[in-house]
């Protein structure tokens, strides 16, 4: 048995030296990585003057406020803070609408199987990575300055922000759909406006459909920051009470919102389950 085992051993490092007979320097690739990684946080923590003493002092107050936020409490403001929170939806529900509708099309030329000349196809990635590249904030505070202070700020900056996001998801969907359709719908003489109506758009609608829903949920918390910029919405009324040291009325508008975001997860779930249907699992 062990005769056996040594005359096995031996056929598999003929077979496979690379695999027996690994040069040093592929056996010290991965500790090096790692030690490499490891001293790249270390000296991040350093530069970025990570102090462990002022994180445990900090500790205190961060127990203090927790205690001033009991109970949670709206005072007088209750009516405000629900409109408030209102129009923190309606800026996340508009933006992101705004945002599929523009990019669909665009999405269309951006997709390897719709446009295959390179020429056209690569500014239009480009384009929307630019775009994308810049966070939702960033775009918020720009729109401040173009339009003003205001909701209608927050929802050209979602909508702006997400226009990149969507039409780097939806080509890919695109790209992604099966060309069998389309080629039945070619072969039997129809346009490539055919094409894409007919045997494109109703493979990736419910994937497309399913990606906004998402986006709303997660816009919901997008559209609460750029509010304490300024753009409208309940970020302002937090960002407000932050600065005056109402922690109990924080903790209530905080309660508010993950109230809400609760609510369009399972609502929005809900949509995509019947939408797509539900997947099984292997």
């Known amino acids: 048995m062990t005769r056996?085992?040594?005359?096995?051993?031996?056929?598999?490092?003929?077979?496979?030296?690379?695999?027996?007979?690994?040069?040093?320097?592929?056996?010290?690739?991965?500790?090096?990585?790692i030690v490499a990684a490891f001293a790249i946080l270390i000296y991040g923590l350093v530069d970025l003057d990570f102090s462990p003493s002022r994180f445990l002092a900090g500790l205190s107050q961060l127990g203090w406020i927790s205690l001033m936020m009991i109970p949670p409490d709206p005072g007088t403001s209750l009516p405000i803070y629900l409109k408030a929170l209102g129009e923190t939806l309606s800026i996340a529900l508009l933006g992101t609408t705004l945002a599929a509708v523009f990019a669909l099309p665009v999405s269309l030329l951006a997709a390897r199987n719709v446009v295959p000349s390179n020429i056209l196809r690569?500014?239009?990635?480009?384009?929307?990575?630019?775009?994308r590249g810049v966070d939702t904030l960033i775009w918020a505070l720009v729109w401040i300055n173009v339009v003003g202070l205001g909701p209608f700020a927050?929802?050209?900056?979602?909508?702006?922000s997400d226009f990149g996001a969507f039409g780097k998801l939806f080509s890919e969907a695109i790209e992604g759909a099966d060309q069998k359709q389309v080629e039945g719908i070619r072969a039997s003489g129809g346009s490539a406006l055919h094409e894409i109506r007919f045997g494109l758009l109703p493979q990736v609608l419910p994937v497309i459909a399913g990606q906004v829903l998402y986006f709303i949920e997660s816009n919901t918390r997008s559209a609460t920051i750029i509010g304490i910029v300024g753009a409208g919405g309940i970020g302002l009324q937090l960002a407000e009470q932050i600065r005056v040291l109402e922690w109990q009325r924080v903790s209530f508008l905080v309660l508010m919102i993950l109230v809400a975001v609760a609510a369009i997860d399972f609502i929005s779930?809900?949509?995509r389950f019947a939408i797509i249907g539900r997947r099984a699992v292997a």
């Open 154 to 160: 927050g929802v050209l900056a979602i909508a702006v």
């Open 269 to 271: 779930g809900k949509l």
């Open 122 to 131: 690569f500014p239009i990635r480009r384009f929307l990575d630019s775009i």
């Open 4 to 33: 056996r085992h040594e005359v096995d051993t031996a056929q598999l490092r003929a077979r496979y030296p690379d695999v027996f007979d690994r040069p040093a320097s592929a056996r010290l690739a991965m500790p090096a990585m």
